[in-house]
């Protein structure tokens, strides 16, 4: 099936996580934003209001994606009782690295002493790296290739928010539609998962990744973009543009033909479904997502009202709280719907069977 994909052999064996110690609220963002707000008339409150955000979380100044990375994986290879032997593959899929190269997956690698035999790279695509690092290992489990493997990241939201707080009071001829553009960037917040994969032989839990599939819209690729703009020599933090509205319309039409696929590859309907997770944006993407389709939204876990935007890491990061917290039951079918910049979607479907 074209964008559609089954699994036979591959179990999710365990998930972990990472939070910041550092939480920042919503409020707190817009008092140092007092001067943007009243020179526009903007409702304190607003920030909130419209997300859902009440708060974010960030990680000490100066601490590397890496390091926080390997601490989550670390967490998940504990929680899985796997040996390290049988690690094959480490994917590190968040947009934060540690720099441009060697792969920030390496570091992790030599943290976690990982077999040299081990296949170890980074993935980028935005919101959805970890879930993609996942797609890419469940296909080489299925095909013999490797025995079991890691999906980890890591997002820093401090550097983006605090730069688009600085940018928009330094700018002299801000605009409202440059406040609206950057209102994206101040929902960002840090967090960090990492996921083991196995072959059912291994599994202990026998909690299958059944399938899933994949659409994209790359019309939409210049909806939301961001990265450093070298504004100048001092300032090296990156900056978003958002259209917020075009971006949730567009990523919701691209989620209900993604589901409708998904539905199709799992041979799935709705009722199927006991529990979801998304990509947490903030309350109004959840409600169109799911009135879109047709989910109950009481089957979803959500984080983004205390943890923000967490990027890449935000889905299993939910995931991983959903399940500590008694939330996903034996025998849930579980879904997990990934949408990301560009736009791509992914959808998966898991099989929690204890």
């Given amino acids: 099936m074209r964008g559609g994909m089954r699994y036979q052999h591959v179990c999710v064996e365990a998930f972990g996580y990472s939070l910041p110690p550092h939480v920042v609220t919503s409020a707190q963002i ?65 947009v934060c690295r540690d720099q441009l190269e060697p792969a920030t997956a ?27 690092g996942m797609v890419l290992l469940a296909n080489m489990i299925e095909l013999g290739q490797v025995r079991a493997g890691l999906v980890v990241g890591t997002e820093m939201g401090r550097d983006l928010v605090e730069g688009t707080i600085d940018t928009l009071l330094a700018a002299p001829d801000l605009t409202k539609q440059d406040v609206k553009l950057a209102f994206a ?21 026998g909690r299958r990744l059944l399938g899933g599939a994949w659409q994209a819209d790359t019309s939409s690729h210049q909806l939301c973009a961001g990265g450093v ?33 998904t539905k199709q590859a799992l041979h799935w309907d709705n009722a199927s479904v006991s529990r979801s997770f998304t ?24 984080t983004v009202e205390f943890l923000g935007n967490t990027g890449a890491a935000a889905l299993p990061l939910t995931v991983a709280l959903g399940i500590e917290r008694g939330f996903v039951k034996p025998g849930d079918r579980v879904a997990l719907l990934g949408i990301g ?3 791509n979607a992914l959808m998966l479907g898991l099989d929690w069977a204890t």
């Fill in 30 to 94: 817009e008092s140092r934003l007092a001067p943007v707000y009243e020179r526009f008339h903007l409702p304190a409150g607003r920030l909130e209001l419209m997300t859902g955000i009440r708060e974010r979380r960030f990680w000490d100044r100066g601490i590397l994606p890496g390091t926080i990375s390997a601490e989550s994986a670390e967490g998940a290879l504990a929680a899985s009782g796997l040996d390290r032997r049988h690690i094959g593959c480490l994917i590190h899929g968040s």
């Fill in 279 to 302: 990509h947490q944006v903030g309350r109004a993407h959840r409600k169109l997502l799911y009135d879109r389709i047709g989910l109950d939204p009481a089957i979803d876990f959500s």
């Fill in 229 to 261: 703009t070298g504004q100048n020599d001092s300032d090296d933090r990156p900056r978003m543009q958002t259209d917020s509205e075009a971006l949730l319309h567009a990523g919701v039409a691209l989620a209900e033909s993604t589901w409708t696929q």
């Fill in 106 to 132: 390496s570091g992790v690698h030599h943290a976690l002493k990982l077999p040299n035999a081990a296949l170890v790279f980074d993935l980028s695509n935005a919101c959805l790296g970890l879930l993609d």
């Fill in 341 to 343: 910049s560009g736009l």
């Fill in 185 to 205: 960037s101040l929902t960002i917040g840090s967090g960090s998962a990492a996921v083991v994969l196995c072959d059912r032989k291994l599994s202990r839990t």
